[in-house]
């Protein structure tokens, strides 16, 4: 089973300033048939499902602001925002959907400084 | 437009088998890639995977919880269910479905998720 590991588990970040999160994953996410990396973002706001925003690994789902940008191949991957907004507080996750069984990270708590 | 709502009930005693339905519209179960699947979230902790139905009657369950999860669909109805079996109250958790397309993308659309509590 793959096993992904964010970092950090918690996340303190002023307003205006980049926020940068982590995702390893225990195998490689790269599928070499057709070189797609099969890795996603996810935030969380409390009480509320995940919502998409990024998917294999760099495309930014429809909709979500350009400040949001996935990076990384093979089995490490980062989430950047690039300019903190007080609307960006929530938990984010990565995903992976290489294969079944499908896993996410723990979480990482994103807070204002 | 594609919705998913989880429905069931929302105490379950120990050891009794929980049922839960997600009712879909805005695409068909049967639709060539078409995926939906079901994740939990225990209060204050994080996602994890159950299982997944395709269009084409290919499941997948998480192996840790295997032999107590069965997922089926009713295409007429729009349809899936997960039941659970023996639960405990480590199950006790937010379940949510969630809509895949196996070609081309992770689980995009997700219901509001359904709190279950497992107590006696």
């Given at each position: 089973d793959i096993v992904m590991t964010q970092s950090p588990d918690s996340l303190a970040v002023s307003l205006g300033e980049r926020a940068t999160i982590n995702c390893k994953s225990s195998q490689s996410l790269l599928y070499d048939s057709n070189n797609n990396n099969y890795l996603s973002w996810y935030q969380q706001k409390p009480g509320l499902p995940p919502k998409l925003l990024i998917y294999w690994a760099s495309v930014r789902e429809s909709g979500v602001p350009d400040r949001f940008s996935g990076s990384g191949s093979g089995t490490d991957f980062t989430l950047t925002i690039s300019s903190l907004q007080a609307e960006d507080?929530?938990?984010?996750?990565?995903?992976?959907?290489y294969e079944s069984p499908f896993s996410f990270?723990?979480?990482?708590?994103?807070?204002?400084? | 437009q594609i919705t998913l709502k989880e429905s069931?009930?929302?105490?379950?005693?120990?050891?009794?088998?929980?049922?839960?339905?997600?009712?879909?519209?805005?695409?068909?179960?049967?639709?060539?890639?078409?995926?939906?699947?079901?994740?939990?979230?225990?209060?204050g902790k994080a996602l994890e995977w159950l299982a997944i139905t395709y269009w084409n009657d290919d499941n997948r369950y998480n192996p840790s919880l295997r032999y107590r999860l069965t997922i089926t669909k009713d295409t007429s109805k729009n349809?899936?269910?997960?039941?659970?079996?023996?639960?405990?109250?480590?199950?006790?958790?937010?379940?949510?479905?969630?809509?895949?397309?196996?070609?081309?993308?992770?689980?995009?659309?997700?219901?509001?998720?359904?709190?279950?509590t497992v107590s006696s």
């Open positions: 507080v929530a938990v984010y996750y990565c995903h992976q959907y990270g723990q979480g990482t708590n994103l807070e204002i400084k | 069931g009930p929302t105490v379950v005693k120990p050891t009794q088998t929980l049922t839960l339905t997600c009712t879909v519209s805005g695409f068909s179960l049967s639709t060539s890639g078409v995926g939906v699947g079901w994740i939990r979230q225990p209060p349809q899936v269910v997960l039941t659970m079996t023996d639960v405990d109250p480590a199950d006790t958790a937010t379940y949510y479905c969630a809509h895949r397309d196996k070609w081309l993308r992770p689980f995009d659309y997700w219901g509001q998720g359904t709190l279950v």
